[in-house]
């Protein structure tokens, strides 16, 4: 028997063993802690398929001179229930695209995964400190895309709230890799959500181009994961952090230097234009329908040459531009309207920026 404290009062042996197996036990439970608290969107079976394909629902889209298993492939979506990135037990996604049997370059085939509807909410209803999204994929369009096709898929965040989307992933090729590869993370603006928002995601995988007959084919998603952090993590990309120092003279295709609030741009001319353009240029939050985030800057360039302009940006997104410069990635969008001085050609070009400050 043991004394318990000062008061005298006895605790028999079995209950105080039985206390000291259920402390142990209940710390093996306990989930480990690194100091930074994490919020999976949207979680569970919607994020790995283990066991379902947690709500997400296909659609197909048809464009330009298509017929079906003719000039365009049919595409479909289903649920494989094994085999998926985390193991032979895991589940996942997929995209099928059919044969062909004539060539049609002016048609396309589009496979719409879209999740169920979730409200964002950051890190317990407050902006993170780090936002990301990856997922994993593994490729069967490598005899498709040999034979001169295209093969591409986009994930965006699609508002239901009235707000604006957000890509996650711009377009880019499914690739020729035939396991399963992780995506790489794309850090995101922390505030590039809308707290309180309802989003779905969306995989739009498009397969195009089809200069011959071509072959059946297929693409696997599995782990899709929008993860907001309290944590910065690393996510990389502006400055590191010391003096900023001024834009150079010539500005790079590609990027815009970030200084004094002001976005540092290389201003172009296309050959086609005679003798001179007649440029408006600013930055957006997207390419359509976007907020100007910078007022408009005008230029005379001459054709074929390049000179370097700033854009003010404004004082309600300078936090967001900023932020930008953090990011590894092109995040914003320039669109340039050009009008040749002489004679009525005219265009719009929207480039898209990788945003860098100079440091020492």
């Known amino acids: 028997m043991f004394n318990h404290g000062h008061s005298g009062a006895k605790v028999p042996m079995h209950k105080l063993l039985s206390a000291l197996v259920l402390l142990v036990v209940g710390l093996a439970l306990a989930p480990a802690t690194s100091g930074a608290a994490s919020t999976t969107y949207i979680g569970g079976d919607s994020s790995t398929f283990s066991n379902s394909v947690g709500g997400w629902q296909s659609t197909e889209e048809y464009n330009g001179l298509c017929l079906q298993g003719l000039t365009c492939p049919t595409v479909g979506g289903e649920y494989v229930a094994t085999g998926g ?47 990301s999204f990856d997922m994993s994929k593994r490729s069967g369009f490598t005899d498709l895309l040999a034979l001169g096709a295209s093969a591409d898929y986009r994930v965006t965040a699609l508002n239901q709230s009235g707000g604006p989307d957000r890509v996650l992933i711009d377009t880019r090729t499914v690739g020729n890799q035939t396991t399963w590869e992780k995506v790489p993370q794309v850090p995101l603006i922390p505030g590039s959500l809308a707290i309180g928002d309802n989003y779905v995601l969306e995989i739009r995988t498009s397969i195009g181009g089809l200069a011959a007959v071509l072959p059946a084919g297929d693409i696997d998603y599995d782990s899709v994961e929008l993860t907001a952090s309290d944590s910065g993590g690393g996510g990389g990309g502006g400055g590191g952090g010391g003096t900023v120092l001024p834009p150079p003279k010539v500005i790079p295709p590609g990027v815009a230097y970030l200084y004094k609030n002001k976005l540092y741009i290389r201003v172009k001319c296309p050959k086609a234009f005679k003798p001179r353009c007649r440029v408006n240029a600013v930055a957006l939050t997207k390419k359509r329908r976007g907020k100007l985030m910078t007022k408009n800057v005008r230029a005379t360039v001459r054709s074929g040459g390049f000179i370097r302009k700033a854009l003010q940006v404004k004082p309600k997104y300078s936090a967001t531009v900023k932020a930008l410069a953090k990011v590894n990635a092109k995040t914003i969008t320039v669109r340039l309207k050009i009008r040749s001085s002489k004679g009525k050609k005219k265009g719009t070009v929207f480039n898209q920026l990788r945003v860098l400050e100079r440091t020492k």
């Open 85 to 131: 990135a985390g193991g032979a037990n895991d589940g996942f996604i997929r995209t099928t695209s059919g044969t062909t049997t004539l060539a049609a370059l002016l048609s396309s085939s589009v496979q719409i995964w879209r999740s169920p509807q979730f409200t964002y909410n950051g890190i317990g209803g407050k902006v993170p400190a780090a936002l």
